[in-house]
């Protein structure tokens, strides 16, 4: 039988707003699906917008944010290679993978919402009936998605992302380009989550998506087992 392959989409973009500050993906959101599905055999391709080395927060490197994944991602050779070589977003075929997952960090919130590479590739792969599985800040990447009938594909759907109320506890509010929880409901989102910093997922037919950076290995959990019924 053939390895399952799932293709994994990071953000290209580096500035925190005008803050001066830096931002990009956050490490543990992508460590810890990257490796759930390593270790079951799943063949993982990386891809961002701009290729190359994307940009990592650099707050999810700070003692606070480390975890099991994130050390053995800080002690794997091979991923740094790939993260520093990601392929470019415009390049990839939806028929080349079974799944795609985005991870988080605030990046995601200025380049992947509109990006149009990115749009069509999510709606490349809902139409081959493949799942899409996105995990905090990333959930910004469904906004803009539509279906064949030209639709929000997530109106209606169950759908979860970065809460308004875990946006204040990090200060971010008034920097952040949007308030994500607040986009999804106006999507016609069914917006759904938990108590803030705790790992929530819910799955909407073939959408999974996640609350927060707590939430990254449950949702690869749940793409997993789709991809494995």
């Given at each position: 039988m053939n390895a399952k392959k799932i293709l994994m989409v990071l953000t290209s973009h580096a500035d925190l707003g005008a803050t001066g500050e830096k931002t990009g993906f956050w490490v543990e959101e992508f460590a810890a699906p990257y490796y759930i599905f390593k270790d079951n055999g799943i063949e993982i391709t990386i891809a961002s917008p701009l290729?190359?080395?994307?940009?990592?927060?650099?707050?999810?490197?700070?003692?606070?944010?480390?975890?099991?994944?994130t050390a053995r991602y800080d002690d794997d050779a091979e991923i740094q290679k790939l993260i520093a070589n990601t392929h470019v977003l415009a390049e990839i075929n939806v028929n080349d993978f079974d799944a795609v997952f985005y991870p988080?960090?605030?990046?995601?919130?200025?380049?992947?919402?509109?990006?149009?590479?990115?749009?069509q590739l999510i709606e490349n792969f809902l139409e081959a009936k493949k799942p899409v599985a996105t995990v905090c800040h990333a959930t910004a990447a469904l906004l803009n998605?539509?279906?064949?009938?030209?639709?929000?594909?997530?109106?209606?759907?169950?759908?979860?992302?970065?809460?308004?109320?875990?946006?204040?506890?990090?200060?971010?509010?008034?920097?952040?380009?949007?308030?994500?929880?607040?986009?999804?409901?106006?999507?016609?989102?069914?917006?759904?989550?938990?108590?803030?910093?705790?790992?929530?997922?819910?799955?909407?037919?073939?959408?999974?998506?996640?609350?927060?950076?707590?939430?990254?290995?449950?949702?690869?959990q749940k793409l997993l087992e789709q991809l494995n019924p």
């Open positions: 290729g190359g080395q994307p940009p990592i927060d650099p707050k999810s490197e700070l003692e606070d944010f480390q975890t099991t994944a988080g960090g605030h990046g995601p919130l200025w380049d992947l919402t509109e990006n149009s590479d990115s749009i998605v539509k279906d064949s009938s030209g639709n929000y594909a997530i109106h209606g759907k169950a759908i979860s992302g970065f809460t308004n109320s875990e946006e204040d506890a990090v200060q971010l509010t008034n920097i952040v380009p949007f308030l994500l929880e607040d986009e999804l409901v106006k999507r016609g989102a069914n917006y759904q989550k938990s108590e803030d910093w705790s790992s929530f997922a819910v799955q909407d037919g073939l959408i999974i998506s996640g609350q927060n950076p707590a939430s990254s290995a449950l949702v690869a």
